[in-house]
């Protein structure tokens, strides 16, 4: 099975400081996502990559960046966390097929 | 523009009823489509892409380009389908553009 592993789960912040979301896959897919998912909105498309050091923004990428020094992992930076950067962040990476394998989420608070 | 659009926030059924979450999208190319269900505690998964024509817990949804809709569908709905159901559009570089998200209730 393709295992999409977010580093943590549930993280509480303060406005203004540095956020550093991890993300790994362990089935040498080429491409990785960072989504958030809000109540009533949806999944919206941060940030993707397709391949190392390859970054792309997507839907929403203002207020964030991203990292992909390493294949299988793709990290997710909120360089100075806001109130309404309190969300749920889900993680996925894709194969040529298209299917996205997602990880959990980390649901972070910015307090 | 892409976009994909899921009417209903909820849709509420007893077991045993016909099930149908709607799905329509807009897109200039060719579309490819898909399902995604989220249940409760766990982590977002594929349940069908319109390409493989192929009937996933005795769900099945049909591509309509005329009426570019991609509606899901279930006979006979059973409580273990209650969930968060999304949909989903390819666009370049396999990302996917997903809908709102309907949230589906089976009551016994």
């Known amino acids: 099975d393709v295992k999409v592993t977010q580093s943590s789960r549930y993280l509480v912040k303060r406005t203004g400081e540095k956020v550093f979301l991890e993300c790994v896959q362990d089935?040498?897919?080429?491409?990785m996502f960072w989504y958030r998912q809000d109540p009533g909105l949806g999944l919206r498309l941060i940030y993707f990559?397709?391949?190392?050091?390859?970054?792309e923004k997507g839907d929403i990428p203002e207020g964030y960046s991203v990292s992909r020094e390493k294949k299988e992992r793709f990290s997710l930076i909120l360089e100075s966390a806001s109130t309404n950067q309190t969300s749920m962040y889900l993680c996925?990476?894709?194969?040529?097929?298209?299917?996205?394998?997602f990880g959990e989420g980390s649901r972070l608070t910015v307090l | 523009a892409q976009r994909v659009t899921q009417p209903e926030k909820l849709l509420s059924v007893f077991k045993g009823a016909p099930v149908e979450l709607k799905c329509n999208y807009s897109?200039?190319?060719?579309?490819?489509l898909f399902w995604y269900v989220q249940y409760s505690r766990q982590r977002l998964q594929l349940l069908l892409r319109h390409i493989s024509r192929e009937s996933i817990k005795g769900f099945t949804a049909d591509l309509n380009k005329g009426e570019t809709s991609f509606h899901l569908k279930k006979p006979f709905a059973q409580e273990e389908d209650s969930a968060m159901y999304y949909c989903a559009l390819k666009r370049g570089y396999s990302t996917l553009t997903f809908g709102k998200g309907t949230m589906l209730l089976v009551s016994p």
């Open positions: 089935m040498d897919h080429e491409n």
């Open positions: 990559s397709y391949d190392v050091k390859m970054k």
């Open positions: 897109y200039s190319g060719s579309p490819e």
């Open positions: 996925a990476s894709s194969s040529h097929t298209g299917e996205l394998f």
